[in-house]
C-alpha cells in the first residue's frame, strides 16, 4: 500500500508498508424484513431535499462561530504537506515511555532484497537497546507520527495519535479522598498474585462472533436462507432511461432528416388485393407503385450498372490473354 525507505542517521532502507491487522467481523446488511430487499441510503441535500450526484458533493468544515467553508482540491494541494515517501528517524526513545493510549495502527515494514542487511541492522539495534524509534510518515495526505518496534523478527511501524487527539480523562469521582486500608491492598495484591500468568492471546477467542457465524450457518442448512430479490430500478434509473430513449429517438430523427428520410416509426400500410406481373414471379401492392419517372431513372442505373460490369470483364479478358501470349513466348525455343 506504501513503498519508501527509512532513513536514520546516513543509512537508508528501502521498505514497502503492508497492513498487519484486520477486522475479523461478520457483517451484517440492513434489509426490508418483508422481502430481504437491501436499505438503501441516498445522499440528499437538507436545503433542497434533492438527491445530490457525487460530483456534486463537496467538502466543507464549519467555524467556531458558525461559518461553513467549502474546501476543495486545489485547497487540498496547496497545502505544506510532505509528499516524500520516506521514513525519516527522529529519536530513539525507551520502549516504556510510549502510552499504549496512543497507538493507532500497525503496518509490517518489508524491506527490498538489496536493503537486507541494514533492516537487519535497525531490528538488532532496536532488540538490543529496548528502543522504539520515533518517526513520521506521511501517507495519503496525512502526515502522521509513528513509533519504529520490534515483533519477532519484522519491524512493525505503530502509527501514533497526536496528543491533543489524546482524551484527559476528567472525573470528579477520581479527585474523592478514598481510604486504602493496607489489609484491603496486600488481600487484592495476594487475588493478583494467584491469577498471575505469561500472556497468551491465542488462549482467548471471539466467542460472539464464533456463535453468530454458527447461527447464521445453522438457519442456512435449516432452509431459512433465501435468494437475494432482484432490486426494483429507481424512479430516478427509470427517468435515466427515458432519457436515454429519448436521446436516442432524437437523434434518428435528425440524422434522417438530413437525409432526407422520416425517422419515427409509421403504421404499415393497408394491403390491397396483389397483381401479378407478367412473370408471375413478383407481386406489388397498389399503395407501393412507382412513378414512371422513378422506373426511368432505375431503369437507367441498371444499364450503367450492366455496362461497368461488361466493361470491367472485358479488361480482365484481354489482361488474361495478353499475360498468356507473354508466357508462351517466354516457353517456345529460339531457332538457332
Known sequence: MWKGAVAFGLVNVPVKLYTATSQHDVSLHMVHAEDGGRIRYRKTCTVCGEEVPSDEIARAATT??????VVDEEDLDSLPVSSSHEIEVQE?????QVDPIMFDRTYYLEPEARASKPYALLREALRETDRMAVVTI???RRESMAVLRVRDDVIVLQTLLWP?????ADFDVLSADVEVRPQELAMAASLVESMASDFDPSEFSDSYTEALRELIAAKAEGGEGVQAPVERVSDDQDAQIVDLMAALRESVERTSAARGTSGTATAAPKKTTAKRTTSGAKTTTAGTKKSPAEKASAAKRTTAKKTAAKKTAAKKTAAK???AKKTAARRT???A
Open 64 to 69: 467556531d462561530d458558525g461559518q461553513m467553508v
Open 92 to 96: 530513539f526513545v525507551p520502549a516504556e
Open 138 to 140: 506521511t501517507v495519503r
Open 164 to 168: 491533543d487527539e489524546v482524551r484527559e
Open 321 to 323: 490473354k495478353t499475360a
Open 333 to 335: 525455343p529460339r531457332s
